[in-house]
């Protein structure tokens, strides 16, 4: 193989790893991606961790929680998440399924306007 060959071949090698690992990186970034959905819970299955929340504009948004989801104004476990509950639920999306970051009631800040 001449040396200009060589040489040849490592920048298209080259060349095609970069294109590879920011095309990599792109889709990576989509998926960390963090949406926030604002509503009213429809319905809740604590046996596979997810509830459906419907938001104003009537869209109902099937949304999953782990042992990692960070909760605010309810016990970490999704007790006191009901029917009827109001949410503000911070999640990523893979794959077409969303699993939230954090999930908010308005339980807390609606007690704190009560009270003042």
Do not use: F
């Not at 200009?4 to 990186?25: E, F, I, Y």
């Not at 989509?30 to 009537?58: C, F, H, N, P, W």
């Amino acid at each position: 193989m001449s040396h200009l060959l060589k040489w040849r071949v490592a920048l298209l090698a080259a060349v095609v790893l970069l294109l590879t690992a920011g095309a990599w990186q792109r889709a990576s970034a989509e998926e960390d991606l963090v949406q926030i959905v604002k509503g009213t819970v429809k319905s809740v299955d604590k046996g596979t961790k997810t509830m459906v929340v419907k938001s104003a504009d009537g869209t109902e948004h099937t949304v999953k929680w782990t042992d990692k989801t960070t909760w605010e104004g309810t016990k970490a476990t999704g007790e006191g998440i009901a029917e009827g509950t109001k949410v503000s639920v911070k999640y990523t999306e893979k794959g077409g399924e969303k699993t939230a970051v954090g999930i908010k009631t308005a339980a807390k800040a609606t007690a704190k306007a009560v009270s003042q």
